[in-house]
Nanobody
Framework: QVRLVESGGGLVQPGGSLTLSCAGS????????MYWVRQAPGKGLEWVSA????????HYADSVKGRFTISRDNAKNTLYLQMSSLKSEDTAVYYC?????????WGQGTQVTVSS
């Protein structure tokens, strides 16, 4: 079955950096677009970034553009999100996701807290 496991979250000061990872299994990772989404406390899900199968088509939400970098290693079935210049408003649970027209899968999420 599809499994997505995020890791790399933690507590970081404003202006700091973190790199999140997402290990995929149970499906052919290299055949799917992959996504990062987040959910801040008391708010709904927010799409953060997307990457195509080859990693040469990438999209970012305006709120993270220029600060976050999505990437993938298909040989390792792993998705990454490098986050820099972190702000308090980036505090959220971050999820990686695999979606198609008729299904969606999410991991358990990893908490990112930006605070001094």
């Amino acid at each position: 079955q599809v499994r997505l496991v995020e890791s790399g979250g933690g507590l970081v000061q404003p202006g700091g950096s973190l790199t999140l990872s997402c290990a995929g299994s149970g499906f052919t990772f290299s055949r799917y677009w992959m996504y990062w989404v987040r959910q801040a406390p008391g708010k709904g899900l927010e799409w953060v970034s997307a990457i195509n199968t080859d990693g040469d088509k990438i999209h970012y939400a305006d709120s993270v553009k220029g600060r976050f970098t999505i990437s993938r290693d298909n040989a390792k079935n792993t998705l990454y999100l490098q986050m820099s210049s972190l702000k308090s408003e980036d505090t959220a649970v971050y999820y990686c996701a695999k979606t198609t027209a008729d299904s969606a899968y999410w991991g358990q999420g990893t908490q990112v807290t930006v605070s001094s």
